[in-house]
């Protein structure tokens, strides 16, 4: 029951996100599903009507015209239908794909940062995006299955109104077949495991070809020979294997469908001896036997959609789970808050998900509005970690973040990250005009070039663009762009800078900022930061210490919490931690 209820839930799953993805063409399938189960019974049944007449003489003259335009009619129309079918596969395919595509990526785009930090979930994820196009098969597999059960119902009726037991004859013939393809499809899926590995080889070998570095080697020591011999080999292998497993197949095939054809036999035989008795004419036989036939095809069908069905369904289960996963951290409150507020980290003790070991213990201090930050520590203190629990990427385990005297989680968390202008260490790279690369923050302002032109300013950027020719709209990136702009690592990070700047708000954040960058832009950008931004807060994570000295105050981190805290100069003389560091960078430059 549990089997049938699982089954029964990845089917409404994949009728119901097929209807969602296109309500017209979901309901062209079904329209066009019941017309291809009509026409052809309908003309199975014209065409006995067509022979009778014909055996019959003269008096059915009329009859046989009357079927026989009908006969031709319903043919002409079920061509228009297969052709009408082929387009709403395709226009439906892509609004199926189109729909299941934005709905992964909206999926994903709301999912918390500590759902990518399990390997549990962040499975669910590549398990997802692995099994996406299951969703597309199963969507057709499930019109499949419901036209193939119309079908046999429909025929096993028509069939059971001549002889019952020949519906019913038919049908047991087919359990051979049924029973033998679920166990050649389980043995295929164990091989194509046990065969992986060997198929990644021949993959490597066979890719080897086409990686330019690989390539230079190959070239340089004449071993193409070497990977050519080891592809052969696995393909050899591979090869022997599956010829033995296809002419068994074969074999057993053949026998399986003679057993299955017996259906057919019986009911020509039956039909015939009712013909020459007189009881039927020879149309009646020849619809006999078409319906039975039908039937057979049909129940094969069935079949065979059912075991790929049940083949897939635990995929689709995934897939399922994880559409249905709820975002746990990313829910907002309803406050707004000022442009600069105060920041308060109380007691605030935290670790990542799965893991026991806290980043940050009792950790406290405040930032008042307008006061600009330094934040100092070894790699691992928990600086960064700061910085995403305030963005409310985590929430902590122990203690509270404050804005203004009010507890974070009550603020619209997509307020709250509005306020910062942030350029993080692991700055992102885009492949996109750079003016939309720099308005990212404040999309609707991306033609605006005056404030672009004020972004690049500060940043420093304006020097890396100056003689482009297209200018704000170069594409930076290569991967889509024969033209694009290819930056290094220094000029990228004047590119993430000016999209910081281009929020123009009160508070900036910025960890390690000047990483990439050569000592005068080093500089002109924290004689932006320090000089020329009067009245504006700042939070500054950086390893060189020298950046950090005009700081209204900086704060120590180790071992999770604040050590020390003061101004350049206080610390110097608190001779602690602070001036231990600083002293060792500033004696590399006497």
């Given at each position: 029951m549990e089997g049938l209820s699982t089954i029964f839930k990845n089917v409404w799953f994949g009728i119901r996100t097929s209807f969602l993805a296109s309500r017209f063409y979901f309901s062209m399938k079904l329209l066009i599903l019941v017309s291809t189960t009509l026409i052809p019974l309908a003309n199975i049944w014209l065409w006995k009507?067509?022979?009778n007449g014909i055996v019959s003489g003269q008096e059915a003259g009329t009859t046989v015209l009357v079927c026989f335009a009908a006969y031709l009619l319903l043919k002409f129309i079920a061509y228009l239908l297969s052709t009408f079918d082929s387009y709403v596969n395709n226009r439906y395919s892509d609004e199926l794909t189109f729909y299941i595509e934005k709905v992964m990526m909206e999926k994903t785009s709301r999912m918390d940062l500590a759902f990518f930090d399990s390997a549990k979930m962040g499975d669910k994820v590549r398990h997802a995006r692995r099994n996406?196009?299951?969703?597309?098969?199963?969507t057709w597999l499930v019109f499949d299955i419901l036209s193939a059960?119309?079908?046999v119902t429909a025929t096993l009726?028509?069939?059971?109104?001549?002889?019952?037991?020949?519906?019913?004859c038919t049908l047991l013939l087919l359990v051979p077949y049924f029973i033998y393809n679920k166990k050649y499809t389980e043995r295929r899926m164990?091989?194509?495991?046990?065969?992986?590995?060997?198929?990644?080889?021949m993959d490597y070998y066979y890719g080897a070809f086409f990686d330019s570095q690989v390539q230079f080697e190959i070239k340089l020591n004449g071993i193409g020979g070497f990977f050519t011999d080891r592809y052969r080999q696995e393909?050899?292998?591979l090869y022997r294997i599956n010829k033995v497993e296809d002419i068994r197949h074969n074999l057993t095939s053949l026998l399986i469908m003679l057993v299955s054809v017996m259906g057919e036999v019986l009911v020509l035989v039956v039909s015939a001896l009712d013909v020459v008795g007189g009881i039927i004419g020879i149309g009646d036989l020849q619809y006999n036997l078409s319906m039975v036939l039908r039937l057979r095809s049909q129940a094969q069908g069935l079949m065979n959609g059912v075991e790929k069905f049940l083949a897939n369904s635990t995929r689709m289960q995934e897939l399922q789970e994880f559409m249905e996963i709820a975002p746990?951290?990313?829910k907002s409150g309803e406050r707004k808050p000022s442009s600069n507020p105060s920041v308060e980290f109380h007691g605030v003790w935290f670790h990542y998900p799965n893991s026991e070991q806290y980043v940050l213990k009792d950790c406290s201090f405040v930032i008042e509005p307008g006061e600009k930050v330094g934040l100092i520590g070894l790699n691992g203190a928990g600086k960064s970690t700061i910085i995403k629990l305030l963005f409310r990427f985590y929430d902590p385990q122990k203690g509270v973040i404050l804005l203004d005297g009010v507890d974070l989680r009550e603020y619209d968390v997509y307020a709250v990250r509005k306020i910062f202008g942030v350029l993080f260490q692991d700055y992102v790279t885009y492949c996109l005009p750079l003016r939309e690369i720099i308005a990212l923050p404040d999309f609707g302002e991306r033609f605006n070039d005056e404030k672009l032109k004020r972004a690049c300013e500060r940043s420093g950027a304006d020097e890396i663009i100056r003689d482009w020719e297209q200018g704000f709209d170069s594409v930076l990136g290569r991967f889509y762009a024969d033209n694009g702009k290819d930056l290094s690592g220094g000029q990228w990070q004047l590119i993430g800078l000016a999209r910081a700047y281009f929020k123009e708000s009160e508070r900036m954040i910025l960890d390690e900022p000047s990483a990439a960058l050569d000592p005068v832009a080093e500089d002109r950008i924290f004689e932006q930061l320090y000089r020329l931004g009067?009245?504006?807060?700042?939070?500054?994570?950086?390893?060189?210490?020298?950046?950090?000295t005009l700081a209204d105050k900086i704060l120590v981190i180790d071992d999770g919490h604040i050590i020390e805290e003061g101004t350049h100069a206080e610390l110097l003389k608190q001779g602690g931690k602070y001036a231990h560091l600083f002293g060792l960078q500033a004696g590399r430059y006497l």
């Open positions: 009507e067509v022979l996406f196009d299951i969703m597309t098969d199963m059960v119309v079908n009726v028509i069939v059971a109104a001549y002889r019952w037991w020949l519906g019913l164990r091989m194509e495991k046990e065969q992986l590995r060997d198929n990644r080889k393909w050899e292998k746990e951290t990313e009067e009245g504006k807060g700042s939070i500054t994570i950086s390893h060189r210490l020298s950046n950090t």
